[in-house]
Nanobody
């Protein structure tokens, strides 16, 4: 079994910054792509940023230039540095990871989410 645990959410101010972390633990052979999603009240969950196993990154247009995704391979941890926060960034942020649990098995996992609230 694999667990993802996010941390670092909370209250931020418009124009400020927050850093989210997500650590994967458990029966891990290797971790492939890791993503951050977010879901605001009444809205669908949306992809914010992706980082592949090779380190390639991609971002949703609405966070480009403000958010940076990175990872620590040794710690199986992914980070999301958020700067120049906007009230529209308020949402529950979820970590998502493709995890190889054996030579032949790859599964995807979600974290429980961490709330981010940005005040104006």
């Amino acid at each position: 079994q694999v667990q993802l645990v996010e941390s670092g959410g909370g209250l931020g101010q418009a124009g400020g910054s927050l850093r989210l972390s997500c650590a994967a633990s458990g029966s891990i052979f290797s971790v492939n792509a890791m993503d951050w999603y977010r879901q605001a009240p009444g809205k669908q969950r949306e992809l914010v940023a992706t980082i592949t196993r090779s380190g390639s990154t991609s971002y949703a247009d609405y966070v480009k230039g403000r958010f940076t995704i990175s990872r620590d391979y040794a710690k199986n941890t992914v980070y999301l540095q958020m700067v120049n926060l906007k009230p529209d960034d308020s949402a529950v942020y979820y970590c998502f990871a493709y995890v190889r649990t054996s030579w032949s098995t790859t599964k995807y996992y979600w974290g429980p989410g961490t709330p981010v609230t940005v005040s104006s």
